[in-house]
């Protein structure tokens, strides 16, 4: 049976999805839906999008369209939800034209969030956007630095921040991704911050479960996580949930100080790759 939104559960619940029609079924199994994020490689596996793919109707001058078409319909369907769009962005993209980009997609819907990466470029881009009252999801997210860094530069905006750290591909690598949301967490609670940590890169209950137990504003999660967590019981108070003993190296915390963003070192491996695998996923659908 779906579930009314339970006392125990503070963080809130997104859908990692480019299906409005994943939303609607999310939103009857759990009986609510506070939210939905999108990137590139989730809007490539639309089934509408890829049945354009396939009779030849996709093409660089209509593609943005159809994105903004899939974003509003599934604003439609949780219209009291945050969603969140993505910026086309590769590590060559300067700040004009992401900026440009991004404005183009804060005009969509009233309220919406315009995802750009946590790189030099993307934070520049995050200070003018929420200078503007724009609300912001700085994605690709795997440093503690990085976080700092999103916090600084959107400090004195108007518009709403989300930070998404991204656990799974930091267990990819051999790292426990949880440890950096606990890390974030406790690093804006002594900085008493305004930016929402949304956890991203779910891959299995322990991550969700994970970021509940370390206070995560935010959660996002694909339709075959809620699945499994109904299986699981909704019922089940996720605080008492035991994580799986893994050899996963952990994340020490670092005790930053706040300072210019620009003096942060920002830099990770994996943001540069994460931009390269949105940008091949987008770049196949025009082929």
């Not at 159809?66 to 509003?72: G, K, N």
């Not at 799986?244 to 540069?272: C, G, M, V």
Request: glycine letters at 6%.
């Amino acid at each position: 049976m779906p579930m009314s939104k339970p006392n125990y559960l503070k963080t809130r619940i997104f859908l990692d999805s480019g299906n409005p029609e994943d939303t609607k079924q999310a939103q009857i199994t759990l009986g609510f839906l506070d939210g939905q994020t999108t990137n590139p490689s989730l809007v490539m596996k639309n089934p509408h999008i890829q049945e354009l793919k396939t009779k030849g109707e996709l093409n660089v001058n209509n593609i943005w369209k159809d994105y903004q078409e899939v974003a509003e319909t599934i604003k439609s369907v949780i219209p009291g939800g945050s969603v969140s769009v993505e910026v086309y962005a590769d590590n060559a993209t300067t700040e004009e034209v992401m900026y440009v980009q991004a404005k183009e997609l804060s005009s969509w819907f009233p309220g919406v969030f315009v995802k750009v990466p946590a790189t030099t470029v993307g934070l520049k881009v995050a200070e003018k956007l929420v200078s503007e009252g724009i609300n912001v999801n700085v994605t690709l997210c795997f440093s503690q630095e990085q976080a700092a860094a999103v916090h600084m530069a959107t400090k004195n905006g108007k518009g709403l921040v989300y930070v998404s750290p991204f656990i799974g591909r930091l267990d990819d690598v051999g790292q426990n991704g949880i440890d950096l949301i606990d890390n974030i967490v406790r690093m804006y609670k002594e900085w008493g911050s305004h930016v929402a940590v949304l956890g991203a890169s779910i891959r299995n209950l322990d991550h969700m479960f994970g970021c509940f137990q370390r206070n995560a504003d935010i959660v996002t999660i694909p339709f075959s996580i809620i699945q499994s967590w109904k299986e699981y019981g909704f019922e089940k108070n996720p605080q008492e949930h035991i994580q799986t003993i893994s050899d996963l190296t952990p994340i020490a915390y670092k005790s930053l100080q706040e300072e210019n963003w620009e003096l942060y070192d920002i830099k990770h491996s994996l943001t540069d790759k994460g931009i390269e695998k949105f940008v091949a996923d987008w770049k196949s659908l025009l082929s």
